[in-house]
């Protein structure tokens, strides 16, 4: 079972910046995509940012410049920095991880709170 250990989350004042972290274990196959999605309350779950394994990164034009999303491919973890975060960022963000396997299976974080508000 693979297992996603988020962190980072928190209150932020506009203009400022926060860290995210998800490291992924459990698995035994390789991992393709891996990445945040945010939501709302009142809205869909939306991409943040995804690396998958061979193409380029995957960002949300709104948070484009603005947010950086590195992984790590031996250790399974990845890092999003947000900065100069706006209140519209302000969501619920989730970790999220597909595998390199014939059912692709996909894999959530429980989420982490991030609030931008002065």
């Known amino acids: 079972q693979v297992q996603l250990a988020e962190s980072g989350g928190g209150l932020v004042q506009p203009g400022g910046s926060l860290t995210l972290s998800c490291a992924a274990s459990?698995?035994?196959?390789?991992?393709?995509?891996m990445g945040w999605y945010r939501q709302s309350p009142g809205k869909q779950r939306e991409i943040v940012a995804i690396i998958s394994r061979h193409n380029p990164n995957n960002r949300l034009d709104s948070v484009e410049g603005r947010f950086t999303l590195s992984r790590d491919v031996v250790k399974n973890t990845i890092t999003l920095q947000m900065y100069n975060m706006k209140p519209e960022d302000t969501a619920v963000y989730y970790c999220y991880v597909q595998l390199v396997n014939i059912r692709q299976d996909e894999y959530w974080g429980q989420g982490t709170q991030v609030t931008v508000s002065s």
């Open positions: 459990g698995t035994k196959f390789a991992i393709g995509d």
